[in-house]
């Protein structure tokens, strides 16, 4: 079992900045991958970044460039640097973890408004 918790969301001007963090806790040695994804209203969930055990990182085509994914292996805790926030950014980010199966977080709501 593996256990997933996000912090960081709130509300944001447009051009402005947050760090999202995922702390994991539980069976920590069993995961492989770890990622960020997001929902908008009414969207499909989506792929923002995802990091591996080994340390590959890859981002979705739309996100490169405005979100940096890391990790801190002392805490178990792997961080989503959003820079330059768009409305269109608005959405629940959800941290996701792979363990044999996958393990998703509650979510945190990133509301990017002036």
């Known amino acids: 079992q593996v256990q997933l918790v996000e912090s960081g969301g709130g509300l944001v001007q447009p051009g402005g900045s947050l760090r999202l963090s995922c702390a994991a806790s539980?069976?920590?040695?069993?995961?492989?991958?770890m990622g960020w994804y997001r929902q908008a209203p009414g969207k499909q969930r989506e792929l923002v970044a995802s990091i591996t055990k080994s340390g590959r990182i890859d981002y979705s085509d739309a996100m490169k460039g405005r979100f940096t994914i890391s990790r801190d292996n002392a805490k178990n805790t792997v961080y989503l640097q959003v820079n330059s926030l768009k409305p269109e950014d608005t959405a629940v980010y959800y941290c996701r973890a792979i363990a044999t199966i996958p393990y998703w977080g509650q979510g945190t709501q990133v509301t990017v408004s002036s």
């Open positions: 539980g069976n920590i040695a069993s995961i492989t991958h």
